[in-house]
């Protein structure tokens, strides 16, 4: 079965780092577009990030623009979010999600998320 | 990339039926028929209910339907069940390869 699972949150000052994972099993990877979506406490969620399969083409929400950077490696069915310049506004729980198809815009499947808390 | 529109909340009786509606632009919710609906339950992943405005994937109760006028679209629970209690959220495709979701309705099954 599809599993997705997060992992790197945790507590970081501003202006720190800090790199989040998600190993990917029950599918192949290689074949689907992945993204990371964030929900912070209470609220909705927000779209982060996108990477095609092959990793070539690349998108991100204007409030992360610059400071995020999604990656993949698709021998190790792994995705990554690596978050610098952090600020409070990022503290979030972090789920990454398999969108159904090419071009398609929705999520099929979903992990269950890593908590970043930023604060000093 | 501003959040779409929903209510912060509904309510219904068991074995009734609540529509939640999703407000975008024409940016967004009206220029394509890319409209999803997730079902959240506290401290759970989303789960897919609805994608393409009106399609279920599989395994996915026909209790479940969606549409779409204009700028704006709906989610409709029929027959309503305690275990549909949760928060809802909709997305729409808004161009150059962004999507945008809801603020997000909580549901309460009196």
């Known amino acids: 079965q599809v599993q997705l699972v997060e992992s790197g949150g945790g507590l970081v000052k501003p202006g720190g780092s800090l790199r989040l994972s998600c190993a990917a099993s029950?599918?192949?990877?290689?074949?689907?577009?992945m993204s990371w979506i964030r929900q912070a406490p209470g609220k909705g969620l927000e779209w982060v990030s996108y990477i095609s399969s092959a990793g070539t083409t690349i998108f991100y929400a204007d409030p992360v623009k610059g400071r995020f950077t999604i990656s993949r490696d698709n021998a190790k069915n792994s995705l990554y979010l690596q978050m610098n310049s952090l600020r409070a506004e990022d503290t979030a729980v972090y789920y990454c999600a398999r969108e159904a198809g090419y071009n398609v815009y929705h999520f099929d499947y979903w992990g269950q998320g890593t908590q970043v808390t930023v604060s000093s | 990339q501003s959040a779409l529109t929903q209510p912060a909340s509904v309510s219904g009786s068991p074995g009734q039926s609540i529509t939640i509606s999703c407000a975008g632009t024409?940016?967004?919710?009206?220029?394509?028929?890319?409209v999803s609906w997730y079902q959240q339950h506290p401290g759970k992943a989303p789960k897919l209910l609805i994608y393409e405005v009106n399609k279920r994937p599989s395994g996915v109760s026909n209790r479940f339907s969606g549409s779409k006028s204009g700028n704006t679209a709906s989610l409709t629970i029929s027959g309503l069940q305690a275990e549909d209690e949760a928060d809802y959220y909709c997305?729409?495709?808004?161009?150059?390869?962004?999507?945008?979701f809801g603020g997000g309705t909580k549901l309460t099954v009196l």
């Open positions: 029950g599918f192949t990877f290689s074949d689907y577009y």
């Open positions: 024409s940016s967004d919710v009206g220029s394509y028929n890319l």
């Open positions: 997305s729409s495709y808004a161009g150059s390869r962004t999507v945008v």
